[in-house]
């Protein structure tokens, strides 16, 4: 099917509707065509909404010509035409059968007053760490537009908010001296550090605030974009974690009253992220009989899952019996834990135990799971699948996942029997 439609046409990502009026109905309504957003930019549903506008249109046609019938037996428009035209305009207007565009153009929102708007409709869709980050960036724009009214946006806003965010610290909206501070009081802050932030950090900033400016156009507040064509062009270095040695492994083993260690031998022993970890339920562990016990890894009311390939089945190591018997019977493993303590806690352990480097963090042990399950020999796509990854054995994932159904338990137990703590 054609993406053309009658009277609407693409801008940007929005469908718009434009239809002109016949001359004798633009005179009398007084603007020369019907113009609206049809807040979408899926053509079948623009499709669906432009005949509904159609319908709309023609009630304008139909009600301003029987209003100007009615008008022709009681008016003489050789002595009153304007008065008469005012006193039409006027009688259509107040009619339910129709309502007319007003001609006045209402005042636009400001930037401050949409990204209040925006943000909680956005809290309500993201868990809090992705919300979190979100809030920060729109924070930073918001504050620096603040009374502008959105309308008004224009590319050199763009380019000034993108010149000024990688003068900013990385203690930006970490220490307590930032808390709740706008753009510009964060630049005063940052203004004699060099300790500025990555460009991975400057860009996932613009990032999200093109995201807030794409809201405002498929909202109709804007009829396009005014950043699109404002291009981040700083290089970004890839950052990957660090892998634990065998030795930094026994130093953060060796910490046993740590509140993480339990799930710091779950991770590296499965491989699992600490939101998965930290969201496991007692209900998620199934026995299978002599393959031991296995960990669902799902979607709960404690956490969610990063991709659709995230939910799986995991086998758990035999040196994890004694810590499940210590675990709570029912409910959460993990209680009093979630990413954000789980973060907290393993910074604190890194700095006391003098391990701090680039890119070791808890995610390191997922790292080093995969690591060691690369050194023992197992393919790829094997380890994508305990691990929750897209398999990458085929260039075309989708044809394999299709066709393939997956290694089977058997073999994640053989696998996983071949990990060992050092």
Same mark, same amino acid.
């Given at each position: 099917m054609s993406n053309r439609i009658r009277y609407a046409y693409l801008k940007g990502q929005t469908w718009l509707y434009r239809r002109n009026y016949p001359a004798d109905v633009a005179l009398i309504l007084g603007i020369s065509s019907l113009k609206q957003s049809l807040k979408t930019s899926d053509a079948k549903v623009a499709r669906s909404r432009c005949s509904e506008v159609n319908a709309t249109y023609e009630a304008h046609v139909e009600s301003a010509r029987a209003g100007l019938e009615a %008008?022709?037996? +009681?008016?003489?428009?050789? @002595? &009153? *035409?304007?008065?008469?035209?005012? @006193?039409?305009?006027?009688?259509?207007? &107040?009619?339910?059968? !129709?309502? #007319?565009?007003?001609?006045?153009?209402?005042? =636009? *929102?400001s930037v401050s007053q949409l990204s209040e708007d925006y943000l909680r409709r956005r809290g309500e869709e993201l868990r809090p760490g992705g919300y979190k980050s979100v809030r920060y960036s729109v924070g930073l724009f918001s504050s620096k537009f603040a009374d502008l009214p959105v309308d008004r946006l224009s590319r050199e806003h763009g380019k000034l908010f993108l010149s000024l965010i990688p003068r900013l610290s990385r203690l930006s909206g970490k220490s307590c001296y930032t808390f709740g501070k706008g753009l510009d009081e964060l630049l005063l802050f940052s203004k004699d550090r060099k300790d500025w932030i990555t460009p991975r950090t400057q860009r996932r900033i613009w990032t999200q605030v093109n995201h807030f400016i794409e809201w405002m156009v498929y909202e109709g507040h804007l009829q396009q974009n005014p950043f699109k064509t404002v291009l981040f062009d700083q290089k970004v270095k890839p950052a990957p974690y660090a892998v634990p040695t065998d030795g930094e492994v026994r130093r953060l083993l060796g910490e046993v009253n740590t509140p993480i260690h339990g799930l710091l031998r779950l991770c590296l022993l499965t491989g699992m992220r600490s939101g998965e970890a930290a969201g496991m339920l007692r209900s998620d562990l199934i026995c299978k009989g002599n393959l031991g016990t296995f960990a669902h890894v799902r979607p709960n009311n404690l956490r969610n899952l990063k991709t659709d390939a995230s939910e799986? %089945?995991?086998? $758990?190591?035999?040196? $994890?019996? *004694?810590?499940? =018997?210590?675990?709570? &019977?029912?409910?959460?493993?993990?209680?009093?834990?979630? !990413?954000?303590?789980?973060?907290?806690? #393993?910074?604190?352990?890194?700095?006391? $135990?003098?391990?701090?480097? *680039?890119?070791? !963090? #808890? @995610?390191?042990?997922?790292?080093?799971?995969? +690591? /060691?399950?690369?050194?023992?020999?197992?393919?790829? @796509? #094997?380890?994508?699948? %305990? !691990?929750?990854? /897209?398999?990458?054995?085929?260039e075309n994932q989708l044809t394999y996942s299709i066709y393939s159904a997956g290694i089977s338990d058997e073999q994640k137990r053989g696998i996983i029997d071949q990990i060992r703590l050092p």
């Open positions: %008008l022709n037996s +009681t008016f003489s428009w050789d @002595h &009153a *035409p304007v008065n008469a035209l005012d @006193h039409l305009r006027t009688t259509l207007g &107040a009619s339910e059968a !129709v309502n #007319f565009p007003r001609r006045k153009k209402a005042l =636009a *929102p799986r %089945l995991v086998p $758990l190591h035999s040196d $994890l019996d *004694p810590l499940l =018997a210590r675990l709570p &019977a029912e409910g959460p493993l993990f209680p009093r834990l979630n !990413v954000n303590l789980v973060t907290k806690r #393993f910074a604190a352990l890194r700095k006391r $135990l003098d391990l701090e480097r *680039p890119g070791f !963090v #808890f @995610h390191s042990t997922r790292k080093w799971f995969i +690591t /060691q399950c690369e050194r023992a020999g197992v393919p790829e @796509h #094997f380890t994508a699948s %305990l !691990v929750g990854h /897209q398999s990458a054995r085929s």
